[in-house]
């Protein structure tokens, strides 16, 4: 797909979602408002990043720290003092509420990184993109071992995790051990010794 | 293949910082630092736009260990 519309859907999914919500709510006629309520603050956390990372000042990083944190702060000051009043809306109230204050400590991380990083963390050079897949490839293989090893142990009759366990096992391993390959990539210099 | 680079001496002498020589060939000055310390093997694209960007050619920006073959320059 050509990546400007790739942007363009990216920025247009959150923003549907965003307008939708809000004309719904209030309204109180769909069944799993806590859940809606939680996809417009994913929402608008989501487009608050993009913004982020398709800005290259250093002051952005700046800006979306301060409004992570300040978000953070506000609001759970609001969910230890108000919680309980909001009435029949106390649910979606606590998922709006939590989902914003991930959100905020998103944002908040997603600055701190930036300004880390520098400002021209955000340009892809063909250092970056090499570990960045070979990280990902390393990634695969490891989750392939681990799948092979909890397999053969179900064969034998060893003990494994339920079906559950197992998901969030591969669900936390394939992200975290790319991101750890490509850190020490990173650190080293170049995928190879 | 071990290799040495003499980018940091080239841009010296075109009064260049990393930064500023990795604007120009549209790289992270991360990745111009570990090129400068020998720790990244670069394309042959890469080194053929930083030897352009320094005005040299890419027998004198990098430099192989086993390499006897050097036409001078």
Redesign the interface.
């Known amino acids: 797909m050509n990546p400007n519309r790739l942007r363009i859907l990216i920025i247009l999914i959150p923003l549907a979602l965003i307008i939708l919500s809000i004309l719904l709510v209030p309204a109180g006629e769909l069944p799993f408002q806590p859940i809606l309520v939680f996809l417009i603050v994913a929402a608008a956390v989501l487009l608050a990043s993009l913004f982020s990372i398709t800005r290259r000042q250093l002051m952005k990083g700046y800006v979306v720290m301060g409004i992570g944190m300040i978000g953070v702060a506000i609001l759970v000051a609001i969910l230890f003092y108000f919680q309980g009043d909001s009435g029949g809306y106390a649910e979606i109230y606590e998922a709006g509420v939590s989902g914003l204050i991930t959100g905020g400590i998103v944002l908040s991380l997603i600055g701190g990184i930036k300004l880390r990083k520098?400002p021209?963390?955000d340009?892809q050079?063909?250092?970056?993109k090499k570990i960045g897949s070979w990280g990902i490839t390393y990634s695969w293989y490891i989750t392939y071992l681990f799948v092979a090893f909890a397999l053969f142990a179900s064969i034998l009759g060893l003990p494994v995790p339920s079906m559950d366990v197992f998901l969030w096992l591969i669900i936390i391993i394939m992200p975290v051990s790319a991101l750890i390959f490509q850190s020490y990539f990173?650190h080293?210099?170049?995928i190879?010794p | 293949m071990a290799f040495k680079t003499r980018i940091k001496v080239y841009r010296a002498m075109k009064n260049l910082t990393q930064a500023e020589l990795a604007a120009m060939v549209g790289v992270r000055r991360e990745t111009l630092n570990v090129l400068e310390a020998g720790k990244y093997n670069p394309s042959l694209q890469l080194a053929h736009d930083i030897a352009r960007a320094l005005d040299a050619t890419i027998y004198d920006i990098f430099i192989f260990d086993d390499d006897d073959t050097v036409p001078e320059s």
């Open positions: 520098g021209d963390s340009i050079d063909e250092r970056t990173f080293r210099g170049d190879d």
